[in-house]
């Protein structure tokens, strides 16, 4: 069955960086358009970026600090992070799918992992 595992959360200080991973095994990853997604205590989970063979896009509160990419030998989606913000606080996850709407909603990705957690110090 599908599984993806993330990892590589932790604390930063704002203005820091930090590298998630999502590795993906149980499907040909290649095929998968990839996201993440981030759910901060209290809110509802919301959509930072996705990637859809060489297409990105980017939510615009991350727009321009984070970067999502992927290694398809390596069965493995990252989302590197920079200019962190006590704001990006949360709880990521990646999420999967074969189809394909607007890319940004949650509903669209019937695959997810069970995410790590990002804390931002001010």
């Known amino acids: 069955q599908v ?3 993330e990892s590589g959360g932790g604390l ?3 203005g820091g960086s930090l590298t998630v991973s999502c590795a993906a095994s149980g499907l040909t990853f290649s095929s998968y358009h990839m996201a993440w997604f981030r759910q901060a205590p209290g809110k509802e989970r ?3 970026a996705h990637i859809r ?3 990105k896009s980017y939510a615009d509160s991350v727009k321009g600090r984070f970067t999502i990419s992927r ?3 390596k069965n493995t989606l990252y989302l590197q992070m920079n200019s962190l913000k006590p704001e990006d606080t949360a709880v990521y996850y990646c999420a999967a799918t074969q189809t394909w709407g607007s ?3 949650a509903s669209e990705y019937p695959y997810w992992g069970q ?3 990002v804390t931002v110090s001010s």
């Open 53 to 55: 063979w060489g297409s």
């Open 3 to 5: 599984r993806l595992v």
């Open 103 to 105: 890319g940004g909603s």
């Open 12 to 14: 930063a200080q704002a």
């Open 46 to 48: 919301e959509f930072v």
């Open 71 to 73: 290694d398809n030998a």
């Open 115 to 117: 995410g790590t957690q």
